[in-house]
T-cell receptor, first 117, second 115 residues
Framework: DARVTQTPRHKVTEMGQEVTMRCQPI?????VFWYRQTMMQGLELLAY????????DSGMPKDRFSAEMPDATLATLKIQPSEPRDSAVYFC???????????????FGPGTRLTVL | KNQVEQSPQSLIILEGKNCTLQ??????????LRWYKQDTGRGPVSLTI?????NTKSNGRYTATLDADTKQSSLHITASQLSDSASYIC??????????????FGTGTRLTVIP
């Protein structure tokens, strides 16, 4: 049963520290998404990769957030320096995108719950 | 302004009863609409995806409808079970040049099914 995996599942850190979250997409999927979810804002798209290339990261604060896919089996989301307002659950999702840019289904990982003190 | 609004915000129903969740959107142009179920502490799971030409799509006891003219969608749950307790999120996709769609998220409906 193929699944998206994320590590760590929980992270507590102090303001100013660097945080790195990792995601292993489902083998064979060509798109990876990073989302952030808070009670106030709900789900927000942060970044979107297709075939490891970043297609959209307009939802991400560029000054402190960065997303990369060093290879097809690993996506990372880094926050440096972290701030209390970054506290949220960060989800990674992967999927298959057709030629017209549509993804039939996105499969979400279990999320990383980040708390910045 | 592109928006997705869901109602009600929360809903409590008795096990075995039916319920309907609403999603109204102003997103244009339109590519597709998805309903997700999110259990507490877990990632969302896709229930249905509908394109412009689809009016109804079912997934077990879940039936989604779409009226692209009025920009309304509903998710109907039949014979609810305790395991249906979750948040249900409506997501509308709009096409954009370059192949990456814009996604607009509703804030979800929190459904609680009680015995």
């Amino acid at each position: 049963d193929a699944r998206v995996t994320q590590t760590p599942r929980h992270k507590v850190t102090e303001m100013g520290q660097e945080v790195t979250m990792r995601c292993q997409p489902i083998l064979g999927h060509n798109t990876v998404f990073w989302y952030r979810q808070t009670m106030m804002q709900g789900l927000e798209l942060l970044a979107y990769f297709r075939n490891r290339a970043p297609l959209d990261d307009s939802g991400m604060p560029k000054d402190r957030f960065s997303a990369e896919m060093p290879d097809a089996t690993l996506a990372t989301l880094k926050i440096q320096p972290s701030e209390p307002r970054d506290s949220a659950v960060y989800f990674c999702a992967s999927g298959l995108v057709s030629f017209d840019g549509e993804s039939d289904t996105q499969y979400f990982g279990p999320g990383t719950r980040l708390t910045v003190l | 302004k592109n928006q997705v609004e869901q109602s009600p915000q929360s809903l409590i129903i008795l096990e075995g009863k039916n319920c309907t969740l609403q999603c109204n959107y102003t997103v244009s142009p339109f590519s597709n609409l998805r309903w997700y179920k999110q259990d507490t502490g877990r990632g969302p799971v896709s229930l249905t995806i509908m394109t412009f030409s689809e009016n109804t799509k079912s997934n077990g006891r879940y039936t989604a409808t779409l009226d692209a003219d009025t920009k309304q969608s509903s998710l109907h749950i039949t014979a609810s079970q305790l395991s249906d307790s979750a948040s249900y999120i409506c997501v509308v996709s709009a096409p954009r040049a370059g192949g990456a769609n814009n996604l607009f998220f509703g804030t979800g409906t929190r459904l609680t099914v009680i015995p």
